[in-house]
């Protein structure tokens, strides 16, 4: 029996596809976490970082809401969600048939029990050494051209068998999607990641 007493702040919950990394275009219901300290200035959803105005809700009443719908890929994204201890969250979505991914920028100590580690670090924290070995994927964004170097310095971390992915800030795409394309073709270790929900206008 899940205890009521462990509660998360949810910012929001919705079931979409999901638009980027290696799970692009499939059926996802994503649950967004309250609360982040990364600070990332092009951050689409700042409205996430201060957990205290988001409500808290059980874990059993966030999995209730997730069996609602078809799909049973479950993506646990924020804020930055390793703020909390996600072990309980997992296991019972697990129990209950979902695929466990997550989207982090690995600040904190990794907790949970994940299908998927998508793992996009940020400049302005860094990450803690416990995600390079979890990782199934590292998600790089990039805004300017110095974040091609620090894609690699990463890359040279994670474990061997992690997928490379390069993605284009949504603001900085005409700038840097050309950039990015031309890396991949001299470095093929690593792909392009799209933010493919936006193209198609869907959260």
């Given at each position: 029996?899940i205890?009521?007493?462990?509660?998360?702040?949810?910012?929001?919950?919705?079931?979409?596809?999901?638009g980027?990394?290696y799970?692009a275009?499939?059926?996802?219901?994503?649950?967004?976490l309250?609360?982040?300290?990364?600070?990332?200035?092009?951050?689409?959803?700042?409205?996430?970082?201060?957990?205290?105005?988001?409500?808290?809700?059980?874990?059993?009443e966030?999995?209730?809401?997730?069996?609602?719908?078809?799909g049973?890929?479950?993506?646990?994204?924020?804020?930055e969600?390793?703020?909390?201890?996600?072990?309980?969250?997992t296991?019972?979505l697990?129990e209950?048939?979902?695929?466990?991914?997550?989207?982090?920028?690995?600040?904190y100590?990794?907790?949970?029990?994940w299908?998927?580690?998508?793992?996009?670090p940020k400049?302005?924290?860094?990450?803690?050494?416990?995600?390079?070995?979890?990782?199934?994927?590292?998600?790089?964004?990039?805004?300017?051209?110095?974040?091609?170097a620090?894609?690699?310095?990463?890359?040279?971390?994670?474990n061997?068998?992690?997928?490379?992915?390069?993605?284009?800030?949504w603001?900085?795409?005409?700038?840097?999607?050309?950039?990015?394309?031309?890396?991949v073709?001299e470095?093929p270790?690593w792909k392009?990641?799209?933010q493919?929900?936006?193209?198609?206008?869907?959260p």
């Open positions: 029996m205890s009521e007493e462990v509660k998360l702040p949810v910012m929001e919950s919705f079931y979409t596809l999901q980027e990394g799970h275009g499939k059926a996802a219901y994503f649950i967004r309250g609360g982040c300290d990364v600070g990332c200035v092009w951050c689409d959803v700042k409205e996430s970082w201060d957990a205290s105005i988001h409500p808290k809700f059980s874990i059993e966030i999995v209730r809401e997730a069996e609602k719908y078809t049973r890929m479950a993506v646990i994204t924020g804020g969600p390793l703020m909390y201890d996600l072990d309980a969250l296991i019972a697990k209950v048939g979902f695929q466990t991914n997550i989207e982090t920028s690995g600040v100590p990794i907790s949970g029990v299908d998927w580690v998508c793992f996009s400049k302005f924290k860094e990450p803690h050494e416990s995600i390079y070995g979890a990782s199934h994927e590292l998600k790089v964004i990039v805004y300017n051209k110095s974040d091609f620090f894609a690699e310095k990463y890359a040279d971390l994670v061997k068998d992690c997928m490379l992915l390069l993605q284009p800030e603001s900085k795409q005409s700038q840097m999607l050309p950039l990015i394309i031309d890396y073709k470095n270790e392009v990641s799209l493919t929900h936006k193209f198609m206008d869907i």
